[in-house]
C-alpha cells in the first residue's frame, strides 16, 4: 500500500513533509505516555488512538513498526516545570499507600483503557527502570550545559542552539516567550531552564529516590523520554508525538537535552532534535464544565462504558476529527458516533450474511482476499489511501470505508477483504463485532437485557394478536424505566437504553 506517499505534518519546522524512514523498511515511533498517579482522561486518551493510527498507517503501507510509549512513574510535579509536589508522592500520601503500588494500579487501569479503544500493544517501559541511565546521560552532559542549585542540577538553555523553536512553532509568537508558564526557581540563570536531577530537600524523605552525584533526589520528567528514546529507539529516530500541551515546555526541554547529548548543533536539521518528525494531536475539549474533577465526575473511559457506550464509540469520534483540530466532546456526539458505528457494523453484518464462508476461512485467507482488491473498488481503496497519506485525513478515509461496505454487485469475500484491510487501519473491529455487542447496559440502568428481551418478545406477541392496547402499555412501561423502543429498525426490533 505504498502508491501515495505518506506526508506528515512535522511541527517542528511547521510544514508537510513525506515521510523518509532513517532506517530502511522500519518506521520507529515515540509517544510521550501517562504520569500514572491517577485514571486517564478521555483527553488524554485521544493522544493515544491519534499515535496509534499513525502507527498502523506506518504498518499498512509496509513499514516494520517499533513504537514506544513511557509510563511516567516518578519526577513529574504539579507544575509541568519545576516547582509543586510530585504527583506520584502527592497521590501516595492521599491514597494512603506506597508510590509503587499507585503506579502499579494506574498502569494497569490505563492498559485496560488502551486494549478497549483497540490500541495495539506498544512497548511500556517505566521512568523508575531507567534511572541508572538518566543519572549516566546528566553526568555526560552536566559540565557544559548544567549548573547545580541546592534544589538540584539545571540545564542551562542558552548552551544549545535554538531552544524553544518547538514552542515558538506551536504560537508563531516572535518575543520568545513561548515558554511563559514556567515559573520560577531561585538561582536559576534563565527563566526556562529546567531540573535535570531534583535534590530532596533536606529534612525530608521521599518514597521514590536515589542516590547521584548530586545527592539524593529524583530525576526530572523531561529527562526520562530522552533516555528512553535513544535507549530503545536510537538517535535519531523517526517520530516523536504527543499531545499540544507538550509542545510548550515538556518537547523543547527534551530536544535541548538530545542536542546536549549528540551534538549541539541547531534545529535547522531536524535530526539534531533527536527525531525527524514532531508530531502532536490538539485538545479535546469538553464545554459545559460539567465533566472537569472539580466538578465531581471525571471524564474517563469508564464514565462512558458506565453511561451505556461502547469504547468504540470513543474512538470512532476520535477518528471523526482531524488529530489536529481540537475535538469538542458532547454526549450528543458521543451518540451519534455509536449510531454511525452500528450501522457500519450492521452493514459488514449484512455483507458477511452474503458470504457464509467467511468465518471458516484461516485469518492468512482473509488477510490473502484484503490484498486483492476488484477493479470496481479500486478508485474507493485509492481515496482510501490517499486520505491516510494526507496527513492521516482519517475523516475522509472513513468515508471511502463506508462507501465500500455500501457498494453492490461486487463479490462480497471481496468486499469483505477490502474493509478487513481498510478496518486494520481505522481499527473499529467492524467484522469482529456485532451490533449487541455495541449495546452496553449503564451502570443505573433499571433491567437486564434478558428482561428487556422478554417484555419485547412478550410486545410482539400483543402485536401479531392486534391487542396494540397491550404493545402500547409494554411500550411505556419500558420507557418508564430508560428503554427506548426503535420500532422502524430494519433489521428487527432494536432498542437503547
Known amino acids: 500500500m505504498t502508491e501515495t506517499p505518506l506526508k506528515l505534518f512535522n511541527s517542528l519546522t511547521r510544514q508537510l513533509e513525506e515521510f523518509q524512514p532513517i ?27 491519534f499515535a496509534d493510527t499513525l502507527g498502523r498507517v506506518l504498518q499498512w503501507k509496509g513499514y516494520k513498526l517499533t513504537h514506544v510509549i513511557n509510563i511516567t512513574d516518578v519526577g513529574h510535579l504539579t507544575s509541568d516545570a519545576d516547582e509543586g509536589e510530585d504527583k506520584m508522592e502527592k497521590m501516595a500520601a492521599r491514597e494512603n499507600k506506597s508510590a509503587w503500588d499507585i503506579a502499579k494500579f494506574y498502569q494497569e487501569d490505563f492498559e485496560r483503557d488502551l486494549a478497549r479503544l483497540n490500541v495495539q500493544p506498544k512497548q511500556h517501559p517505566r521512568a523508575t527502570e531507567y534511572v541508572e541511565a538518566m543519572i549516566a546521560w546528566g553526568e555526560r552532559i552536566a559540565d557544559k550545559h548544567c549548573y547545580e542549585l541546592d534544589s538540584g542540577l539545571y540545564f542551562d538553555v542558552s548552551t544549545v542552539a535554538d531552544y524553544g523553536r518547538l514552542a515558538r512553532a506551536a504560537t508563531d509568537a516572535n518575543d520568545g516567550d513561548a515558554e511563559g508558564r514556567i515559573d520560577t526557581v531561585e538561582g536559576k540563570r534563565n527563566q526556562a531552564d529546567f531540573a535535570i536531577w531534583r535534590k530532596t530537600p533536606a529534612g525530608e524523605t521521599r518514597q521514590m529516590e536515589w542516590d547521584s552525584p548530586w545527592g539524593k533526589g529524583a530525576p526530572g520528567w523531561h529527562l526520562e523520554c530522552s533516555v528512553m528514546g535513544e535507549k530503545l529507539l536510537g538517535f535519531p529516530f523517526d517520530i516523536h508525538t504527543g499531545g499540544i500541551d507538550h509542545r510548550e515546555i515538556h518537547h523543547p526541554n527534551e530536544i535541548a537535552q538530545n542536542q546536549a547529548y549528540c551534538c549541539t548543533n541547531g534545529l535547522d536539521d531536524a535530526r539534531n532534535s533527536g527525531a525527524r518528525i514532531w508530531m502532536h494531536n490538539n485538545f479535546l475539549v469538553e464545554r459545559s464544565g460539567k465533566m472537569s474533577k472539580s466538578a465531581g465526575e471525571f471524564l474517563r473511559l469508564q464514565l462512558l462504558v458506565d453511561k451505556g457506550y461502547h469504547p468504540l464509540a470513543y474512538r470512532l ?42 468465518h471458516a476461512l484461516p485469518m492468512e485467507e482473509r488477510r490473502a482476499k484484503s490484498l486483492n482488491t476488484p477493479k470496481v473498488l479500486h478508485p474507493l481503496l485509492k481515496r482510501f489511501e490517499a486520505s491516510l497519506s494526507d496527513d492521516l485525513n482519517t475523516p475522509e478515509a472513513l468515508t471511502a470505508l463506508e462507501e465500500v461496505l455500501a457498494s453492490k454487485k461486487v463479490d462480497p469475500s471481496e468486499r469483505l477483504g477490502l474493509v478487513l484491510s481498510m478496518d486494520r487501519v481505522l481499527g473499529l473491529n467492524l467484522l469482529q463485532i456485532d451490533r449487541t455487542d455495541l449495546r452496553i447496559r449503564p451502570k443505573d440502568a433499571q433491567l437486564t437485557e434478558a428482561e428487556i428481551e422478554a417484555e419485547l418478545q412478550r410486545r410482539k406477541e400483543a402485536r401479531a394478536a392486534k391487542d396494540f392496547a397491550t404493545s402500547d402499555a409494554i411500550r411505556d412501561s419500558l420507557a418508564a424505566k430508560g428503554v427506548e423502543v426503535m420500532d422502524g429498525d430494519p433489521l428487527g426490533w432494536e432498542w437503547r437504553l
Open 23 to 49: 532506517h530502511e523498511g522500519e518506521a520507529r515511533v515515540y509517544s510521550c505516555g501517562p504520569t500514572v498517579y491517577n485514571y486517564q482522561h478521555i483527553g488524554n486518551m485521544r493522544a493515544y488512538v
Open 317 to 358: 469520534m476520535c477518528l471523526q476529527a482531524h488529530y489536529r483540530s481540537e475535538l469538542e466532546f458532547s454526549w450528543e456526539g458521543l451518540q451519534a458516533a455509536l449510531t454511525r458505528l452500528k450501522r457500519m457494523v450492521m452493514a459488514g453484518e449484512r455483507v458477511l450474511a452474503e458470504d457464509e464462508s467467511w
